[in-house]
């Protein structure tokens, strides 16, 4: 292996830990919009985690679908979000979906540290 691919290789976070940082992203999420967080910072987390969600994704074949629709989903929350982030109700949803995320790639960071 050349240098550069080692390097590579080794810069690489392990799966489990790039799950468990998107856990934690979508509970920012929450937790950003709960304090009334700028809409441009929030749009700006939208897309970080929607980054994180398709490194992962290629990464994992089987949590692939599950970040497919995660990139899908936060990718909708972001472009209706200057249209609706005013709205208590739709901040009220998105808050409930990502603290509902957060748990779910919780899980699933534990599930796959232990196989």
């Known amino acids: ?7 590579e290789s080794q ?3 392990p799966l ?3 799950l468990a940082a998107i856990a934690a992203q979508f509970a920012e999420i929450a937790a950003a919009i709960e304090r009334g967080r700028s809409d441009k910072g929030v749009a700006e ?7 994180a969600c398709g490194t992962a994704g290629k990464r994992s074949s089987g949590s692939q679908t599950l970040l497919a629709n995660m ?3 936060v ?10 982030g005013h709205q208590r109700e739709f901040r009220q949803a ?3 979906e990502a603290n509902m995320w957060a748990r779910r ?3 699933l960071a534990k599930s796959t540290a232990r196989s």
């Open 105 to 107: 790639f919780e899980e």
């Open 11 to 13: 810069q690489v976070e």
């Open 71 to 73: 990139t899908t989903a």
């Open 1 to 7: 292996m050349s240098k550069d691919g080692a390097r």
């Open 75 to 84: 990718e909708t929350w972001r472009t209706v979000w200057p249209r609706l």
């Open 94 to 96: 998105v808050v409930r």
């Open 45 to 51: 987390a939208f897309t970080q985690i929607q980054n």
């Open 16 to 18: 489990e830990q790039q």
